[in-house]
């Protein structure tokens, strides 16, 4: 009876002390989750530098730092379409010192590469916000005797296949961007793909292909010259950049929506108030009159919003291109 009563004894003091340890844990944990962040935190960027999504990831970069602190260091590490860098993000510790800059392309990517991704898109990170959304638009030869999308749907459906369309590649967002055209009009277009998209934009102001999808910044000073006519853009209200084109929904083609968007995430399983304390900072990030002006310069519109949202956003993305890639027949990594 003795020895069982210290048995007994024992064992109480051994599950009060690990009640003890555990507590000391979380208490320490709490500490350092109130007081992060206490180093220089990395953003990478999984793009060479100077393109957009280093431009704009740069300037949320430096406006985070002052806010929380500490230095946003700015990391590119290019590769396979953003996933290189990615995928170094997605092994790094679930910390918060360790961010990366999602694009559209990521979405495609996880349809398009297939098994060859060494990370889950949607359960290897956990969303911190959708930062800003930039429409595509749509640009044509100013041969081709259409003054708008629905005279262009009517040439297409009158001459199935005679309309061709350039893109920087395969599978990539432009090439996608008239693939949805062609599904959600109902009509027959001709992709002609190239190394990259200032190529295929040379050949439709030539007049050698008809038209393609772009961005406002590449192609802006074309337009105004008149060597390129400018249609619609892609997202489904107006661009405040460009307020007196109509969008594609506007003109007869009801559901097309396609934006290129910027987004951050960090490792999945980082502790959620890490979570929360940088989505706060990068709200209000966001509404500084400096970044608002940078966004709206590159035709970009701030979004913001919940961790939640733009998590619901990327399942949605990710769904919508995958729907579209297989109905295209497009090749499958």
Request: positive net charge.
């Amino acid at each position: 009876m003795d020895l069982c009563r210290r048995n007994l004894a024992k064992a109480g003091l051994a599950a009060t002390g690990l009640a003890l340890v555990a507590r000391a844990t979380r208490a320490a944990q709490a500490d350092t989750e109130a007081a992060f962040p206490t180093r220089a935190i990395r953003l990478m960027i999984p793009f060479e530098p100077g393109g957009g999504t280093d431009i704009v990831g740069r300037a949320i970069a430096q406006k985070a730092g002052d806010a929380l602190g500490q230095a946003v260091v700015v990391e590119n590490r290019s590769g396979a379409n953003g996933t290189i860098g990615a995928d170094v993000v997605a092994r790094a510790a679930p910390d918060g010192y360790y961010w990366c800059m999602f694009t559209a392309s990521h979405s495609v990517n996880v349809t398009l590469q297939g098994k060859k991704q060494a990370y889950d898109l949607l359960k290897d990170f956990a969303p911190l916000i959708e930062l800003a959304v930039q429409p595509y638009i749509l640009v044509v030869r100013p041969g081709l005797p259409v003054n708008s999308v629905r005279e262009l749907i009517d040439l297409a459906r009158q001459k199935p296949n005679s309309i061709t369309f350039g893109s920087s590649g395969v599978g990539g967002l432009i090439h996608l961007c008239g693939e949805l055209l062609s599904t959600l009009a109902g009509i027959k277009l001709t992709h002609v793909p190239y190394k990259g998209g200032a190529q295929a934009m040379m050949d439709v102001m030539a007049g050698n292909i008809d038209m393609m999808f772009t961005s406002l910044n590449q192609s802006k000073s074309y337009i105004a010259s008149g060597q390129l006519r400018l249609l619609a853009v892609t997202s489904p209200r107006r661009s405040p950049a460009m307020p007196n084109i109509p969008t594609m929904q506007e003109q007869g083609v009801n559901g097309y929506d396609v934006q290129s968007w910027y987004g951050l995430a960090v490792p999945a399983r980082t502790p959620r108030p890490i979570v929360d304390k940088l989505n706060a900072t990068l709200n209000a990030v966001l509404k500084l009159p400096e970044i608002q002006k940078r966004l709206e310069a590159d035709g970009s519109t701030p979004v913001g919003g919940t961790p939640e949202q733009f998590g619901g956003f990327l399942a949605a993305e990710v769904a919508k291109w995958r729907e579209l890639i297989e109905r295209a027949g497009i090749p499958i990594g």
